[in-house]
Nanobody, 124 residues
Framework: QVQLVESGGGVVQPGGSLRLSCASS?????MAWFRQAPGKERDFVAA????????YYTDSVKGRFSISRDNAENTVYLQMNGLQPEDTAVYYC????????????????????WGQGIQVTVSS
């Protein structure tokens, strides 16, 4: 059983930055961030394959968000720059220790473990 603990959320003005962290109790095959805005479904944001360090992003965050990982700490980070009000959501960290094919990277069902979620609010 893997436990995920998120940190780093908060309130920021448009154009600002935040860095989310997610510490895993076990070594994953892949870790990802999803987000859920009020009244909407939970959507994929970014993912990273642990060994290969291959990264994936949804189109709306490309060039603004960056996912990375610390191998020694089993921690994944999401650096969010140029935040906009539409980025306001609860952000969830997810992980899988099973192999996930590339075409399933953005699918919630590919991930077995989830964090509790952390609020990110972008507002002036």
């Amino acid at each position: 059983q893997v436990q995920l603990v998120e940190s780093g959320g908060g309130v920021v003005q448009p154009g600002g930055s935040l860095r989310l962290s997610c510490a895993s109790s076990g070594r994953p095959f892949i870790m990802a961030w999803f987000r859920q805005a009020p009244g909407k479904e939970r959507d994929f944001v970014a993912a990273i394959r642990w060994s290969a360090r291959t990264t994936y992003y949804t189109d709306s965050v490309k060039g603004r968000f960056s996912i990375s990982r610390d191998n020694a700490e089993n921690t994944v980070y999401l650096q969010m720059n140029g935040l906009q009000p539409e980025d306001t959501a609860v952000y969830y960290c997810a992980a899988s220790q099973r192999y996930v094919i590339v075409s399933a990277t953005q699918t919630q069902e590919s991930y077995d473990y989830w964090g509790q979620g952390i609020q990110v609010t972008v507002s002036s």
